[in-house]
């Protein structure tokens, strides 16, 4: 009798597991598709054609390895086609495209990256770009702001007319996954049949121009804010209809790592139309204050930052000691440069080109080597620059902080900014969170 209870006992919780699995395959697998409220009220299509994140995985498991296409194939553009607009939606008319996606939730952690690939449809310049989240979709944010639903809080201003840079109790700036830096024409320029002068800029070390660039790039310690359901997007300062073509995707390792939390506390990308070109700097520092109601441990601030305009003695191509204060302590003192830009030159094919008398210690027809002088091609692409080259992603600077106490804490930015002139445009991309164990 005993052993028939038992019998009887487990049966009934081998079928509701059963159930239980069933149903959530129901769910997942309707149409390859799921469908949740988007920002406009509507319905919106998650994670289209994308695996299901429990499929595969049991409910009484952690998931598995598991990857995600955000983006394939997307138009990144000022006007002209728009593209699909029932998945994506579209801001700043067209420069920024962004979606909600769902991803398994690790309980356990793991490891993250993501990859994006670029190529230019028709835009022949270098233009600055970001891929970014929301993290907080309950506070004011970006997408908000966009839409017309909320205004920027007066306290989120890093200066008159500059909303939207800093945290506040209500807002929550995007959360930036990579800073990139489109290349001058790649892809679409690089076809030397259909475009025959563009051999005339490619250097003899260089065989072919390639047909797209690609970045990838570690961001584990932002697990916390890329699994679930969230809204992911892509900012690219594109200006013309052509603009670009990009894809996006995510990989989860599904092997366990320590959990960590996310704090965005400041970022001067403009994502929002509106938004003014952040150049501020010149005039002062940058200051906030924020709250924790708890202590922090193992913190860690994440700072990325890049230089532009100001044509060849702008902020772009001089050197800036960019200085961050934390509670009032110089954590980071560093000159953001990059002088390695010619080693994307096979990312370049449209970048202006220039010609530089030098001397070269080579062999002559005797096989002899003596001085000669030279005349070599300089591009546009190769010249050093604040923190960037056409055609790199930017990593952000990892600055320990310790422990933080439960309270009221300061972070400053202080860049000896360039005051613009005309048309210069000097201004400095900016953006900081934090990491921590409670």
């Known amino acids: 009798m005993k052993n028939r209870a038992l ?18 395959n129901a769910l997942v697998k309707s149409g390859d598709k799921t ?14 054609n994308i695996p299901s994140p429990i499929e595969n995985n049991s409910p009484l498991q952690e998931p598995k390895e598991f990857s995600v ?50 190529r230019s449809n028709g835009d022949k310049w270098d233009k600055s ?56 024409g790649v892809g679409h320029y690089s076809d030397e049949k259909k ?30 804010v890329v699994t679930g359901e969230f809204y992911i997007g892509v900012w690219i300062d594109t200006w013309t209809p052509d603009g670009y073509s990009v894809d996006v995707s995510l990989k989860y390792s599904g092997r366990p790592r320590p959990k ?20 501020f700097f010149a005039a002062k520092t940058l200051d906030l204050n924020f709250s924790t109601n708890q202590e922090m441990r193992n913190v860690k601030l994440y700072y990325t930052t890049t230089g532009h305009g100001g044509h060849s003695g702008g902020d772009e191509f001089i050197k800036l000691k960019n200085e961050v204060f934390f509670d009032s302590k110089l954590v980071f003192g560093k000159i953001p440069w990059r002088d390695d830009c010619a080693s994307f030159r096979r990312f370049n094919p449209s970048s202006g080109v220039w010609t530089k008398k030098d001397s070269a210690y080579a062999y002559n027809e005797n096989f002899e080597r003596e001085f000669k002088e030279i005349e070599e091609r300089l ?17 952000p600077y990892r600055i320990p902080l310790g422990e933080l106490k439960k309270g009221l804490h ?8 360039t005051a613009n002139k005309k048309d210069q445009f000097n201004h400095w991309l900016v953006s900081a969170y934090i990491t921590y164990t409670e």
Request: glycine share 8%; hydrophobic share 40%; with cysteine.
């Open 195 to 224: 475009y025959p002068k563009i051999k005339y800029n490619r250097p003899v070390y260089i065989p072919k121009w390639e047909n797209e660039v690609v970045w990838e790039k570690d961001i584990s310690e932002l697990e916390s």
């Open 260 to 279: 960590l939390k996310v704090l965005p506390l400041l970022n001067t990308v403009y994502y929002v139309e509106g938004q003014k070109i952040p150049d």
């Open 69 to 118: 296409e955000v983006f394939k194939d997307q138009l990144v553009n000022f006007g002209g086609e728009t593209g699909d607009t029932v998945t994506v939606k579209r801001l700043q008319n067209g420069r920024v495209v962004y979606k909600k996606i769902k991803v398994p939730v690790y309980k356990k952690g793991t490891d993250v990256s993501i990859e994006v690939k670029l």
């Open 129 to 184: 770009g970001s891929c970014f989240v929301v993290t907080n979709p309950e506070l004011i944010d970006v997408i908000d702001v966009s839409l017309g639903k909320e205004k920027f809080p007066a306290n989120s201003f890093g200066d008159k007319g500059f909303g939207g840079v800093l945290k506040t109790n209500e807002y929550v700036p995007a959360l930036e996954l990579m800073r990139f830096m489109s290349p001058f």
């Open 410 to 417: 300061g972070l400053q930015v202080k860049i000896p900014g």
């Open 379 to 395: 591009a546009s692409s190769d010249l050093s620059r604040s923190n960037w080259c056409p055609g790199s992603s930017v990593m």
């Open 35 to 48: 469908t949740s409220k988007d920002l406009f009220g509507g319905s919106l299509m998650v994670a289209e």
């Open 7 to 24: 019998l009887v006992v487990f049966i009934l919780v081998f079928g509701l597991l059963c159930a239980s699995v069933l149903a959530q």
